[in-house]
């Protein structure tokens, strides 16, 4: 067996090389051995047969003129994510004096135009009219996946939510939420961010998500409970009743995301399937804020926005309905030529008899 100048085996010498023992196969089973004997040297050699090689000259000449083509298009295609993020760059700062506007009437700041400028309050609720209570808290629970993950305890700090910012990541592809808080009484911070870093933005594949540690104020955590051993009945113990804290479900839990272990090695199947369901849905509640609820802010708050996400769900499920019913129609087709089937058989057997 011969090497070429580069140390590689040739494989074309395999077949004249064989084992005499061998002269009694017959044609077939001389190319599987050969075939064999090729694989095995590949995997000793490392060297693998190129797919190219498999082609004839001309559908290799083809696909070279293809491969052409396909890097002139990523050419343009990487000149087409380079403009469009110039394109959206420009755009978020000319949506910012937008922004800033609905921020100050959301929270008072300013008046519009026919309102009296008072300090009036409610004589019910005697709390002050200004801005618009509630507006994002309102605006979040409009929305089906974000109103999944605010519970009924949330909504207490969730009303002291006055502004949601999001922004690119310098230097790095992904992007950062910011929740601006009024003074309140469930955490000290008056900012909770969630920075999201991807691996590749326009598959959406995420490397890993960052949350703020939010500084709970005693017996506020919204992300646990306490729960407490009742005492047995007739008991005149004097010691305080057993407690345990068990995590609990909060769309503050956001702010503490999934994280891929250091060792990824020691996650089983079943472990790795469930965290990558876990920040695929962690990724769908952030970019649902940034697209969703952000720009189209009052939108959600009076309700139309939700109602135009569910005529998409309804022609979505239309449309799945649609498939469904061509398939089953493809199947009772088939069933109608098994009965055909049948009945010509038992046809047959009758005249049989």
Not at 73 to 97: I, N, Q, S
Not at 298 to 314: C, H, K, L, P, R
């Amino acid at each position: 067996m011969t090497t070429n100048p580069e140390g590689q085996f040739n494989m074309s010498d395999l077949t004249s090389n064989l084992p005499t023992s061998t002269t009694g196969l017959s044609d077939a089973d001389r190319a599987g051995l050969v075939n064999v004997l090729k694989s095995k040297l590949n995997d000793l050699t490392g060297q693998h047969p190129d797919f190219l090689d498999t082609l004839s000259a001309n559908v290799r000449q083809r696909v070279g003129v293809l491969k052409d083509l396909q890097s002139q298009h990523d050419e343009l295609e990487a000149k087409y994510l380079e403009e469009k993020a110039e394109l959206e760059a420009k755009y978020l700062k000319l949506y910012e004096p937008l922004y800033a506007k609905r921020y100050e009437i959301v929270n008072g700041l300013t008046e519009v135009e026919g309102v009296p400028n008072d300090n009036s309050v409610d004589k019910e609720t005697n709390e002050s009219t200004r801005g618009v209570p509630n507006f994002w808290l309102t605006a979040m629970k409009s929305n089906e996946v974000l109103a999944d993950e605010i519970s009924e305890s949330d909504e207490g700090a969730l009303q002291y939510l006055k502004d949601i910012k999001w922004c690119r990541i310098e230097g790095a592809k992904g992007f950062k939420l910011e929740l601006y808080f009024n003074p309140n009484p469930y955490f000290k911070n008056s900012v909770l961010t969630k920075t999201y870093e991807m691996i590749n933005e326009e598959e959406h594949i995420l490397e890993k998500a960052i949350g703020t540690e939010i500084e709970w104020f005693p017996g506020k955590n919204l992300t646990q409970k306490v729960l407490r051993k009742k005492p047995k009945k007739g008991s005149r113990s004097v010691k305080p009743p057993i407690t345990k804290t068990e995590n609990c479900e909060s769309f503050f839990n956001f702010f503490n995301p999934p994280q891929i272990p250091d060792d990824e090695e020691e996650i089983d199947e079943d472990t790795a399937e469930l965290l990558q369901n876990q920040m695929e849905h962690d990724y769908d509640i952030g970019s649902t804020i940034r697209d969703k609820i952000i720009p189209h802010a009052v939108s959600w708050f009076t309700g139309e926005a939700a109602q135009n996400d569910e005529y998409e769900i309804e022609d979505e499920e239309e449309d799945d309905d649609e498939d469904d019913d061509d398939d089953d129609d493809d199947d009772n087709d088939d069933d109608d030529g098994d009965d055909d089937e049948d009945e010509d058989d038992d046809d047959i057997n009758s005249k049989k008899k």
